[in-house]
């Protein structure tokens, strides 16, 4: 014959388990709770795009003269000075700084991670 099949708010009131917000919760983590040594490598994100409206310029005026440089000279140096100006700021940014959503690249974390290792032993 069965056991009787009592409901579950029985079960856990005579097996005391209404109490378990007086006792601490039991924690076993599976590791040790630390940091690892290096992160895993993730691509970054491209950057936005630069100078799309004045490479889009430049080549309606190509298309308008037949790929003549000669009278598209004004729209081409116009590129030429958004593509240096933005390679200028490229190099000007440093690579320590943080990315635009506040996050280091996983290459600046992995170079800190190796400076400052975790302590597996106490001296």
């Given at each position: 014959m069965a056991a009787p099949g009592y409901p579950t708010w029985v079960?856990?009131?005579?097996?005391?388990?209404?109490r378990n917000k007086k006792r601490p919760p039991t924690l076993r983590p599976p590791r040790i709770l630390a940091l690892a040594?290096?992160?895993a490598n993730r691509r970054e994100q491209l950057r936005e795009a630069t100078c799309i409206t004045e490479m889009s310029v430049m080549m309606a005026c190509w298309k308008q003269n037949d790929f003549n440089d000669t009278p598209c000279a004004e729209e081409i140096r116009m590129f030429y000075d958004c593509v240096a100006k933005a390679q200028k700021e490229r190099e000007n940014q440093n690579e320590d700084t943080l990315s635009s959503r506040g996050n280091l690249p996983s290459s600046k974390v992995n170079k800190l991670l190796k400076r400052f290792p975790q302590i597996t032993h106490y001296v």
């Open positions: 079960t856990r009131w005579v097996s005391g388990q209404w040594d290096q992160v």
